[in-house]
């Protein structure tokens, strides 16, 4: 980036919102993937004007920008492949308020998302989106890769719970799309089109979010049993018989040794599969639900199961669940981590595939995740630099990808393509459909500019 | 419409689908709205490859094409302006799979809706999408239009429950969108941007549909108000205390006495306003809040409250409130009708307004919708050859355009633009937004051949 380029954008978003130090830089240069590239300049963002004068400088002069929230993606989407500028959103992170006549909520995009939970919840109200990353992830960075999260068995992804959307386009101008009302079609839907465009068509500035009542009552069961695919099959059969949960998790083995070091002795490491399972309503309904859903479990083969005590032994349960992911280095210095989903029923031919492929490969694999979805994080634990270890790891990721498209699954579920799954991309999207995708891409980003690289 | 390129079409097509009787072409010249313009030729689909094979010869040779489902859009949607050829999607109309494991079922567009309710149904489960025409208005249309109706208080639109699409580009690629899981973020949403884009985008020709278990139990209630103001605030009040029924719809006195030419003697026409609201969910939680509602209501100064004694009252109860439409006729040859959305607490406003315009312009006005969404059916009924009475009312239409944009609303809920709502697109849309909305198009329809001259 030259003097003059690098003056032009420094005036363009102020003074004291440029950065170049090296230290600045560093800090932005990697996220939860293992990428990691120096970008040549930080922008913190304090308001929509300011992305819009650094969005026609960085569009006339040719300059990358890749937007960024709380750099928890874990398919690299926030990582600035081509340098150029790092836009970090964190700072701008007022809930501008919270609607309880009308449920909705209009918040910028560098709120954390569990402060987010926090402040509907303190007025009775419910915003379901809930990554596992929520106690430091951005409700834009949520809305880019459109996370979801173990709630979305009942109540959907973040895409459901986007109304409307202010953002700045890659070329300066600044847009509202969608309402702040129950329904609205005037127009095309560009607000869904961004909301899991992974940051690459626009950088969105503000959102209204609809939010719902918090349910009256919550019961949290864990459902133990001795084999993983008896458990497969039990969240097969609890979406046959018409029973939706809020929740349907599920951790393999491994996964419960990760988690229970969170919960030291609480969590039975011997056991092949746990499920915890939500279900919430009012408090009569919550009850009903709760019992139906034991009964069942222990009519598929539970060896145990537990309706938790108290709202803080739910809580506890819930922090030892999203501390599996990191709790994963235990048992390889890296990690290859995917979140293919297929259709519900078909988890325990997913199960089986995963067993296979583990004694073919002799490699570390641990898998939980969203199975009330057929959402399954995947992983492979490893050390990279072992070459074999490593062409074995992703013969198996390509093997289940493939076993999960036939299925007639998809590759992602809510980590999105970043850098990390674009070997893989066209093995689910066909030629025109991508050709359609970067016509859009052009339509909104027609120097290319934002967020270059990502997805294709 | 030269010869040659008349053959091209047939050749196309196939002789068996191609059409171009003046009896044909007048069939097909006009919708609900009030537009009428004969098209140069009807297509009656069979196929995705026939349509593809229509699209590549249509692109060609610059023909326009308007897909058309049952016609019953209000705003002009299928109405062929340009001419060229209407493709009549009505013979498409196969169920092709239910997956009860999944909850998920695959059809195509020309199933009418009230069809595929009764089919799934038939198997305890359940697709909320139902707007007043789903006696004879078909999936596909209802797609393109996001069509809305009454459950959306508690289950949403049409866009909620699209997974994923085959179509057909305007140049003629078949494509796949979305996924038929629970969950899928690889690429850009191009089932969403489809879905809501009245057909201008892309001819769909199947579906994957998120199905849900079918509620266990439903509570019709009907509750009569002497005021209408207060029916209104009553809906806000609902909204406020948390209660989600899955409909709140409502109908001002002239509705009421529309509605009771289906149900006569059993509807209040004397009254100033009734609601007919439904919960469901199991059966004691359906009792349990159908009485919160009661109370609710009649603490707000309800003048009656009645529950539906049987699943009977409660179908004649429905088929009431869908005949008023067609029932508005008896107060006057022609009807200006919009569907305006504001934030769920503005009601009373709008009811406030809706007065004062009746006032203002002594034309005979109906209201009635889906008040839990605020999303409300404006009705003027008029002879549109007075042409006092005509200027007054697009003086009326505008005033209350411009009331709900102010109040943060929307102009359509579920109606879309199409030709009718037109010129007032850029009431609500800007520029900016309008031009993407034209480089979309243009990805999507280089040629402009596909329902040319609708929204914009």
Redesign the interface.
Known sequence: MGRQVRESLRRAVGEKAFFDSEADRFLYSYDTSSRKVLPDAVVRAENAEQIAALMAVATRHGIPVTPRGGGSGTTGGSVPVDGGVVLVMSGMNRILSV??????ARAEPGVITGDFHRAVEAK?LFYPPDPASSAFCTLGGNLA??A?GPR??KY??T??YVLGLEAV?PTG?????G????????????T??I???EGT?AVITSMNLKL???PESVKTLTVVFDEMARAAETV?EI??R???PRTIEYMDQAAIVCAETRMPGELPVDAGAMLIIEVD??K??AI??AEDVALLCQSMGAREVKVAASEDEAARLWAARKAISPALFRYGPHKINEDI?????KIPDVVEKIRELKEKTRLMMVSFG?A????IHFNIMLDKKDASALRRAHWAVEELFRFTLAL??????????GLS?QAY?DM???P???A??L??????DPAGILNPHK?F
């Open positions: 609607d309880m006549d009308n449920l909705v009775g890769e459109c979801g979305a068995v959907g992804v895409r459901d386009l101008e600044l847009i509202r799309t309402v702040q009302t129950a329904k609205g079609v005037v127009g095309y839907d560009l869904r089109l909301v899991g465009s068509l719902l009542p918090l097969s979406i046959r018409g029973l939706i309503g009012r009569a309904e009903a639900m989903v297929v259709p519900r029923s969203h009330g979805d057929g959402n007639g699954g998809t590759l992602s579920g809510e980590h999105g393509v799954k991309f689910e999207i066909g025109e459909e991508k359609l995708m016509r859009l891409k052009k339509a909104f997805i």
